[in-house]
């Protein structure tokens, strides 16, 4: 239940940190979770209905521009 729960990691933590510019994660902080993300995405079922990436990351930065405004000076 908890792949379930959280399996939105695997696929959007990776594309809201490339939208974001930042790095959340480091492989080698949370090797266990790099883990389970990766044998998570190979998991057939999930494997065959993913998101896709690029409409994903497009969709993200598109709400980032809309949340985050620009600092003004």
């Known amino acids: 239940m908890t792949d379930l729960a959280f ?3 695997a696929f959007c933590l990776e594309a809201m940190e490339e939208a974001a510019g930042v790095q959340v ?3 080698n902080s949370f090797p ?3 883990a389970w993300i990766k044998n998570f ?3 057939p079922v ?3 209905n993913h998101p896709n ?3 994903l990351l497009a969709y993200l930065k598109q709400l980032r521009e ?4 620009p600092a003004t000076s």
């Open 53 to 55: 990436k690029s409409r």
């Open 46 to 48: 999930i494997k065959g």
């Open 41 to 43: 995405k190979e998991v």
């Open 66 to 69: 809309v949340y985050v405004k």
């Open 32 to 34: 266990r979770l790099q």
């Open 7 to 9: 399996g939105w990691i």
């Open 25 to 27: 994660l480091e492989a």
